[in-house]
């Protein structure tokens, strides 16, 4: 355990002092808030006055709307890069000097995947904190205890589903060229899979049946659904009921396979198992070969 501990405090350290890694994690976060500020926030607006009139809590809702989306994102591109901590010291050869001491190869690996969960913890809440603020100053309200443990919860999960993978990914590669290019192209294409940069009701049908198969859809669909109901239900609250639907469907608040509406426990479910797949491959994987 004293060995595991130390490991790991070794891996967040690498992870922070590599300021490059930190703003990388942030990227799609930044594009977002670029994008936002440019036209989304507007469209939204416009939209939803057309729909419902200019009653208070517009702002609130779109900014929760927007601040939902970079929570998700952050919990898929943090864990990537702080994996890259593995493939730095398979290029540099620490792997291979981490084999001639006594450390339990396990051990060694469990260590990157322990200090993944803790670093993107820790950033995806000071994401959450910096977008509880920014909400508030757009005219919404503080998050009672009940649901800051509901959205915390909701982000570990989505954390632990993504790590899962990217682990499982990292477990191939063995040169920082070969990941930078996987962090690019996560990068630049999870703001489109989860719906962020464009609502997805916005896409064609076919699309939209892509992108509902994905585990971005899920968890970016339930923590959208906690983190704007307060809002939801102040703009909604004498609107038709088809007025919300409509707005639900458009911007990604309902996940429909073969028109029937998904349940939250089936999409944390889905996440649940899409986790235990990729470590049950991690595992085979690693009880047949070293980490290089």
């Known amino acids: 355990m004293k060995m595991l501990i130390q490991l ?53 809702l779109t900014s929760s709307w927007i601040m939902a989306g970079i929570l998700t994102v952050s919990t898929i591109t943090v864990p990537l890069a702080s994996l890259g901590t593995l493939i730095k010291d398979k290029e540099n050869g620490k792997i291979v000097d981490f084999y001639t001491s006594p450390i339990n190869r396990n051990i060694l690996a469990l260590s990157y995947l322990i200090s993944s969960w803790i670093t993107s913890f820790i950033m995806v809440f000071l994401n959450f904190i910096i977008g509880q603020i920014y909400v508030i100053l757009n005219g919404g309200e503080f998050f009672n205890i009940i649901k800051t443990l509901q959205l915390v919860s909701l982000f570990s999960i989505s954390i632990i589903s993504f790590s899962s993978m990217f682990f499982y990914i990292s477990l191939f590669m063995k040169s ?51 983190y704007m109901s307060g809002a939801i239900n102040k703009v909604f609250k004498n609107a038709p009921e088809d007025i919300y639907d409509n707005y639900a469907d458009i911007y990604g608040l309902t996940i429909k396979i073969n028109d ?27 009880k047949n070969t070293k980490l290089i």
Request: charged letters at 10%; proline letters at 2%; aromatic letters at 12%.
């Open 176 to 226: 920082q060229n070969a990941f930078g290019l996987l962090s690019t192209i996560v990068g630049t294409f999870v703001g489109f899979l989860g719906g962020i940069y464009i609502p997805i009701g916005v896409l064609s049908s076919s699309i939209q049946r892509v992108m509902n198969s994905l585990p971005t859809s899920h968890s970016v669909t339930l923590i959208r659904r906690t």
């Open 8 to 60: 790991v405090k070794r891996n967040l350290l690498l992870y922070l002092r590599d300021k490059a890694s930190v703003f990388f994690s942030f990227l799609s976060v930044i594009i977002i808030i670029a994008m936002y500020i440019l036209f989304l926030g507007n469209m939204q607006i416009n939209d939803l006055t057309r729909s419902v009139g200019d009653i208070p809590g517009l702002n609130w």
């Open 260 to 286: 029937t509406d998904i349940s939250d426990t089936i999409m944390l479910l889905y996440l649940i198992v899409f986790a235990l797949f990729f470590y049950i491959l991690s595992i085979i994987k690693l």
